[in-house]
């Protein structure tokens, strides 16, 4: 991690932790859960090279940046407002954007409230999903996928988090990072994790016992809720973005998902994808790259290939 530069920055109210490397455009990275500003670090140290200022930040309630108590301090409003302004202390009208997994879904909507400062989006895992008035979305995806989906056994404030203190931040990241499994994530009410005390757990060549150790301890200092206060917001993004209902993203996008994401591999997911609808919700969208054999971390377990197409992609603005 030779050369990457650390500060705090106080942006829209909370102490926000910044990772940055290199002089010239910004590139900011947003990062998903359960991750942090390090799952850039590939790529900051490819990009920055290339004459790029590579910014990852740890998002609200993750790493070193503050995480507020209140579940309703975790909506779209609050995240795009801590992105503004700490693209405001950079100095810069625009950015370059990368996000991955929720840092996606958070890019999304800084697209989509502030295209103005948005140069290109690369987007990785999780395309942009418009907002569907009829239904909140927990209702939904309760009803879609049943009470295990995930997102849905993430809801009740401490429930989840009991069951990681049960097996410890180190496996159930470990876990999490290694899953291959295809399909909408679900999580038994007996075992969440699917963790079996006698079958240990075997990290990708691409994810070191060091990398897992940074990770695992951030979360033993910071805890988990705050990252889980993400999907404790859903609900609350659907009810605030009631006025961009049906408006298209205008940034010019591109979008990188693995085969075997969870993700892209949830029903319903690659139609949207590939068959015209998310071209209509992002007339700018330029390019859809399907990678063979790639689950979900795409950025890490692929990251020359990735910092390549994160290249080819923003040296044509």
């Given amino acids: 991690m030779e050369g990457i ?6 942006a829209n109210g909370i102490s926000m932790h910044v990772a940055e490397k290199g002089e010239g455009p910004v590139i900011l990275f947003l990062h998903g859960f359960p991750e942090l500003w390090y799952t850039w670090r590939h790529q900051i ?11 990852a930040p740890d998002l609200r309630g993750y790493g070193d940046t503050e995480a507020p108590t209140a579940i309703t301090s975790y909506s779209c409003m609050h995240i795009v407002g801590d992105l503004v302004a700490l693209i405001d202390s950079l100095g810069v009208e625009q950015v370059f954007l990368v996000a991955h997994d929720w840092g996606a879904i958070i890019g999304w909507y800084l697209c989509l409230f502030r295209p103005d400062r948005v ?55 470990k876990k999490i990072i290694s899953s291959r499994k295809p399909g ?22 691409w994810f070191s ?13 910071k805890g988990f809720t705050g990252a889980l206060n993400y999907y404790r917001a859903f609900d609350l993004n659907w009810e605030q973005t009631a006025p961009w209902t ?50 979900h971390f795409i950025n890490q377990e692929r990251a020359d290939e990735i910092n390549s ?9």
Avoid: W
């Fill in 209 to 221: 016992e060091e990398d897992l150790s940074y990770y695992a301890n951030k979360f033993n200092k």
């Fill in 119 to 173: 140069k290109a989006f690369v987007c990785l895992s999780v395309p942009f999903m418009p907002r569907k008035p009829q239904m909140k979305p927990v209702e939904s995806m309760r009803l879609f996928f049943g009470d295990d989906y995930y997102i849905c056994r993430f809801q009740e404030p401490g429930k989840i988090e009991a069951e990681i203190a049960r097996y410890g931040a180190s496996n159930v990241l």
């Fill in 45 to 55: 140290l490819a990009l920055s090279s290339l004459g790029y200022h590579a910014v």
């Fill in 246 to 295: 049906n408006t298209q993203v205008k940034v010019p996008v591109k979008f990188i998902v693995g085969d075997l994401d969870s993700v892209y591999t949830t029903p319903g997911m690659k139609e949207y994808v590939n068959g015209g609808d998310f071209k209509r919700d992002a007339p700018m969208l330029d390019e859809v790259v399907i990678m063979d054999g790639v689950g």
């Fill in 184 to 205: 909408p994530p679900c999580m038994p009410k007996d075992n969440a994790f699917g963790i079996k005390p006698d079958t240990p757990i075997t990290l990708p060549s």
């Fill in 309 to 317: 197409h994160i290249h080819d992609f923003i040296k044509n603005f």
């Fill in 5 to 10: 530069r650390h500060k705090m920055v106080n």
